[in-house]
């Protein structure tokens, strides 16, 4: 691989750095407008055409804010942690086929699908780490909370995550997409059904989002981030929820593939691919929408009673009915 | 025999020569003064002959050499209040805390801001006054004016110590966490401090007095008229209540009759009120428990009520309706269609929400058996409106001591036997669909005549008690004049106060997300002030700092 201009404008603008930037915004506004008009409100309107600006006024506003250290907090940790996590989300994106290939010009490599799930949980721990950091009861309860919830639902959601490569045969996230004449979505619903109910939990998002609950631990463990600390922290929530999008569309619902029309199909994968997130998030703000929070010991319950256990029974209902999936969609044995 | 001769013949015969005087001034309604020392031997007959008993309040007046002690009681069907004196120079008197706990709170008021002091009350400290308030002043006596304060050199912009540490708090995994007084989760400033084992609350201290603004003594400076003005401005959310119950007690004290037109015009607009109050109290509720689009959806559909009560006052929140001797405004045919329509369209909307509260699954696992307050606890603690009627006591005011148009309007007193947070909200949920079958027989059936009469501004010097079923439960006007224009004492207990005492009883052993959903369904209601509590987990040390110095330790910027 050459290190020449190519390689750094595919890292740093599309489909590097800028362009998963600008999605982040795009689908933070996107999720929001959803939200909105789920609860029967406006949702952003007016930063912008259909206030879709709103999401870059934001962070521009959180960025020119005054940044407060608490005096006993773990200075370094505390400066680090919200810049990991950030790095760390955006790293796990450039892995994915955007426009056919990842980031790095090839088609991943064997096992990328495992190297993205290790990062992610990499960044899980320093938002924890950014908790802990901070020496203030809520950020405190809120960092327990993130790992208590996150042992739990990492093992789930990693199984349910390897069970499309059974039929894949890799374990590639470009070969997985590719491989989908039939969106694994159709093919093993089941799968995709509890992995939309994992990575809810993994997400932080309604109802498990236990570990930031403003009504009872204020921020949780963003409470004592202000000023850029905290518009990292924001971003980097906001990264992990493309992220998490982008896993599903990758997947189960066949990535960056779909009908080429004319023109350079690499225009065309991105645009599916981006279509294909956004259902992802309308799905997710769904569930959002209609469910009360739980409690942790409510969650932790459900993980480990129902969510392994199952997780497990339908990886294996999987692997015995590989050989049909691919009958199905008439690949040769 | 009337049930309020009943209750006093029961305490002449038991105490004999200990009661001075016994009157009935109106019904249900009995006045019962006793010798000093005796006010105890008085509270333990009333409980025996009447096991239902709850205190309603204390109110303290300052009579010049004594000073004068009311001790109001429920008791099932009449309002006893039982009078002893104590002496100025020396004022004490024996708690009641032993016989009755829901008295706590009320003595601790008595003593803060009259300086009675309670002999034998668990922990007689400040209720509402701040922490660095010069000992010996007691603004509700009548000697008191804000200049000696002043003159005693006391700002609230000087750190305070608190003092008390947490009484065994050596155990390594506890933790103190304040909840307080800026809180997402609460709406009015308060301050709770929870003692907590990982995620369990083993306990919790709430201090008060964050908005209180002396209106008991400004309104002493006001006249009647101007008072009800005054009294609505005490709660944004039930100032309906308020007024109405203030004008009550001065239309009983100065003998006003009321015009029939106008008793149902204030039944119409207490009753939108109620209805604006519990769907914010749901709605926050769903937002305390994490379900935003209930709370969106809720909201959406209170401005039904909001829009209603606009038309109908001229405002959307503080209706400013009540005015003594009527009412200021009167209801057109049109608007009284409007309302029946407005309201139709709201019990369909309320039917759904029914559904929702009582099947849908992560509400409930988040409400149902979460800080439960049993039946006799709840009698004991003496708690008041949807608190209790959730614990299954039936103590709705408007059909036990019926007032404005109740006695004459049908309708069914929600009763729930669970105790725990759901149940809470469910009463509340029954109320408004109850709340707009009484509105609308209201509007068919309102009476013809004048809507006000025109009243003198001076009152006799007499006194009156108001007790009104407000949305938070019972609020108690007790209101004595002196034969001008000005009241001698305007003494005023909101529900909340009554409620906020069975918070401890309600958390301990829950767990830290339930603490915002258990105080949703108390539906605390509180008002501002600029201080701020602080806690060292390592020591226990507590203090308190203005915002004055917060913002200097800001600008210092120290590592």
Same mark, same amino acid.
């Given at each position: 691989m050459s290190l020449g201009v190519p390689f750094f404008f595919r890292v740093l603008v599309f489909p590097g750095f800028l362009f998963v930037l600008l999605i982040t915004l795009f689908c933070d506004w996107f999720e929001r407008k959803v939200m909105a008009r789920m609860q029967n409100r406006m949702g952003p309107s007016y930063t912008g055409p259909f206030g879709i600006l709103q999401p870059f006024a934001d962070y521009v506003k959180l960025f020119t804010k005054e940044d407060i250290v608490p005096r006993h907090a773990e200075r370094f940790l505390f400066a680090v942690s919200p810049i990991l996590s950030f790095s760390l989300f955006v790293l796990s994106v450039f892995y994915f086929p955007f426009d056919g290939v990842n980031v790095f010009s090839n088609a991943g490599f064997e096992g990328d699908l495992l190297l993205v799930l290790a990062i992610v949980t990499f960044a899980h721990f320093t938002l924890f780490l950014s908790g802990w950091s901070s020496s203030n009861p809520y950020a405190g309860f809120g960092a327990i909370r993130i790992l208590t919830q996150f042992v739990g639902y990492d093992i789930p959601l990693l199984i349910l995550a390897v069970s499309p490569s059974l039929i894949a045969r890799s374990l590639s996230l470009a070969k997985i997409a590719e491989s989908q004449l039939i969106p694994f979505a159709l093919l093993i619903p089941w799968i995709f059904i509890l992995f939309l109910i994992a990575l809810q939990a993994e997400l932080e998002e309604d109802p498990f989002d236990i570990p930031h609950a403003d009504t009872e631990l204020v921020a949780g463990y963003g409470t004592e981030f202000s000023g850029r600390k905290f518009a990292f922290i924001r971003l980097s929530k906001d990264v992990q929820i493309v992220f998490g999008a982008v896993l599903t569309a990758n997947l189960f619902?066949?990535?960056?593939?779909g009908p080429v029309l004319y023109g350079s199909p690499n225009i065309w994968f991105t645009f599916w691919f981006i279509l294909k997130i956004l259902f992802v998030i309308v799905i997710l703000q769904l569930v959002k929408a209609v469910c009360a929070r739980l409690r942790l010991d409510h969650v932790l319950r459900a993980n480990w009673r129902f969510m392994v256990p199952v997780a497990l029974l339908a990886f294996v209902l999987t692997a015995l009915y590989s050989p049909w999936a691919h009958f199905l969609m008439g690949v040769p044995r | 025999m009337k049930p309020e001769e009943e209750v006093a013949s029961l305490i002449q015969g038991k105490l004999q020569s200990s009661v001075i005087g016994v009157k009935t001034p109106g019904p249900r309604r009995a006045d019962i003064m006793v010798k000093s020392g005796f006010h105890r031997d008085a509270v333990s007959v009333l409980l025996e002959g009447f096991p239902q008993t709850m205190i309603s309040t204390i109110t303290a007046l300052d009579l010049g050499d004594e000073i004068e002690l009311d001790y109001h009681f429920w008791c099932g069907r009449t309002e006893a209040t039982i009078r002893t004196e104590v002496s100025k120079s020396r004022p004490e008197i024996e708690t009641i805390t032993d016989i009755i706990p829901g008295a706590s709170l009320y003595e601790r008021e008595v003593f803060d801001l009259l300086g009675v002091i309670f002999l034998g009350h668990p922990d007689l400290s400040r209720l509402v006054l701040p922490e660095g308030w010069p000992r010996e002043q007691y603004p509700l006596r009548k000697d008191w004016s804000p200049e000696l304060t002043e003159r005693s050199g006391f700002s609230e912009n000087k750190p305070v110590k608190v003092g008390t540490v947490w009484a065994g708090g050596g155990g390594g995994s506890l933790v103190s966490v304040v909840l307080g007084p800026q809180h997402p989760a609460l709406h009015e400033p308060e301050r709770f401090l929870f003692k907590l084992d990982g995620e369990t609350v083993v306990d919790v201290e709430p201090r008060l007095g964050y908005a209180h603004r002396g209106i008991e003594k400004a309104a002493e400076q006001l006249m009647f008229f101007q008072d009800v003005h005054l009294v609505e401005?005490?709660? *944004?959310?039930?100032n309906v209540a308020h007024s109405m119950c203030f004008c009550q007690a001065v239309e009983s004290l100065g003998e006003i009759e009321v015009p029939a037109r106008a008793e149902y015009l204030r039944t119409i607009v207490h009753e939108l009120n109620r209805i604006h109050s519990h769907l914010l109290l749901l709605g926050i509720a769903g937002l305390e428990v994490g379900f935003e689009s209930l709370f969106h959806y809720l909201w959406r559909d209170r401005e039904i009520v909001l829009d209603l009560t606009e038309r109908l006052t *001229?405002?959307?929140?503080? +209706?400013?309706?009540?005015?003594? #001797? #009527?009412?200021r405004r009167d209801l057109n045919p049109i608007l009284a269609n409007e309302i029946k329509k407005g309201l139709s369209v709201l019990k369909g909307r309320m039917r759904f929400y029914k559904k929702v509260f009582s099947v849908d699954p992560t509400f409930t696992a988040r409400t149902? #058996?979460?800080g439960v307050l049993k039946e006799h606890e709840a009698l004991k603690l003496s708690v008041v409106g949807p608190i209790a009627r959730g614990s299954g006591l039936e103590i709705d005011v408007r059909k036990?001591?019926?007032? +404005?148009a109740y006695d004459e309007i049908p309708f069914e007193e929600v009763i729930y036997k669970e105790g725990d947070s759901w149940a809470r909200l469910m009463v509340r949920l029954d109320e408004v669909a109850e709340s707009i079958d009484v509105i609308t027989h209201a509007v068919d059936n309102l009476p013809s005549g004048p809507y006000r009469i025109r009243v003198s501004r001076r009152m006799p010097e007499s006194e009156a008690l108001s007790r009104i079923e407000a949305p938070r439960g019972e609020l108690l006007h007790f209101v004595r004049g002196n034969g001008t224009a000005y009241p001698e004492r305007v003494k005023i207990r909101s529900p909340t106060l009554a409620n906020i005492i069975s918070f401890r009883q309600m958390i301990k052993g829950c767990y830290v997300a339930d603490i915002p959903a258990v105080l949703a369904s108390l539906d605390p209601c509180f008002s501002c002030t600029d201080r701020m509590a602080f806690v060292d987990v390592k020591d226990d040390r507590r203090w308190i700092w203005s915002m004055n110095e917060i913002k200097a330790r800001r600008e210092r910027k120290e590592p």
């Open positions: 619902l066949g990535g960056p593939y | 401005r005490v709660c *944004g959310i039930c *001229g405002n959307r929140v503080m +209706a400013e309706f009540s005015t003594i #001797g #009527g009412v149902m #058996g979460i036990h001591d019926p007032y +404005a």
